[in-house]
């Protein structure tokens, strides 16, 4: 029986965790990738959660990405670096849209500042890297509170690592980092990039980029952009 065949994800009785229905978008992906990396390499997938819009409740399939964060039991050799690129690769020919973006990391490393994941093994837009898109406080904030576990213990179980300091910190700096420049590109009208922001989507980008961040500047919580838009 192809992935494709099998039942949904969350649709197995005997799960430990039997997340809320999943978008049939998401399940597809997942259930792909699940499949994929199991045969490509067995064990080295113990731990697997998704956070972003999906864990948010706002998932979008055509503009919302897939985020996960995967756990194994210690940093994965070159040889194991190598399957998953293959897999990645493979994944990203099969379902080009939406992203399939996140980060492998091992239990331990739940349960520390991200920041500290150096050289994570990380997927971005179909492609491996090691460590050039590294966790942030927001993701482990996520996974300890709005996780959606497909393999593995509940995080509540794992005492994911959170410190509102260093989320609020790295907030202020994300503000600074990306959303100044950003802003900077797109706010003469006259301009190239003034000209594309006319549309619908950089007002959504932008306002409720930036809102959501405030949001959590606020609160110390996290929220979707449709949960930091007015309501």
Same mark, same amino acid.
């Given at each position: 029986m192809s /992935? %494709?065949? $099998? &039942?949904?994800?969350? =649709? #197995?009785?005997? =799960? =430990?965790?039997?997340p809320p229905k999943l978008n049939a978008t998401v399940d597809r992906v997942v259930r792909c990738y699940l499949a994929t990396i199991d045969a490509e390499a067995p064990g080295l997938i113990?731990?697997?959660? %998704? /956070? $972003? *819009?999906?864990?948010?409740g706002d998932f979008r399939p055509?503009? *919302?990405? +897939?985020?996960f964060v995967a756990v194994m039991a210690a940093r994965p050799d070159p040889?194991? +670096?190598?399957? %998953?690129?293959r897999m990645h690769r493979h994944i990203q020919n099969r379902y080009p849209? &939406?992203?399939? #973006? $996140? /980060?492998?990391v091992t239990w331990e490393d739940l349960g520390r500042d991200p920041g500290l994941c150096v050289r994570a093994p990380t997927a971005h837009e179909g492609r491996l890297e090691l460590g050039d898109f590294e966790p942030n406080p927001v993701t482990w904030q996520t996974l300890a509170h709005h996780e959606v576990v497909i393999r593995g213990p509940a995080p509540s179980e794992l005492a994911v690592w959170h410190d509102p300091d260093v989320l609020a910190a790295w907030t202020t700096r994300y503000l600074h980092s990306y959303w100044r420049p950003w802003h900077r590109r797109f706010c003469h009208p006259f301009s190239v990039a003034g000209l594309k922001a006319l $549309? *619908?989507?950089? &007002?959504a980008w932008g306002v409720l980029g930036v809102s959501r961040l405030h949001y959590?500047?606020?609160t110390g919580e996290i929220t979707s952009k449709e949960g930091a838009g007015p309501g």
């Open positions: /992935v %494709l065949e $099998g &039942p949904a994800l969350n =649709s #197995d009785p005997q =799960s =430990s965790s039997v113990e731990g697997f959660y %998704l /956070v $972003g *819009s999906v864990a948010l055509h503009e *919302s990405d +897939i985020d040889a194991m +670096i190598d399957a %998953l690129r849209r &939406p992203y399939f #973006d $996140g /980060v492998y $549309g *619908s989507w950089a &007002p959590t500047l606020a």
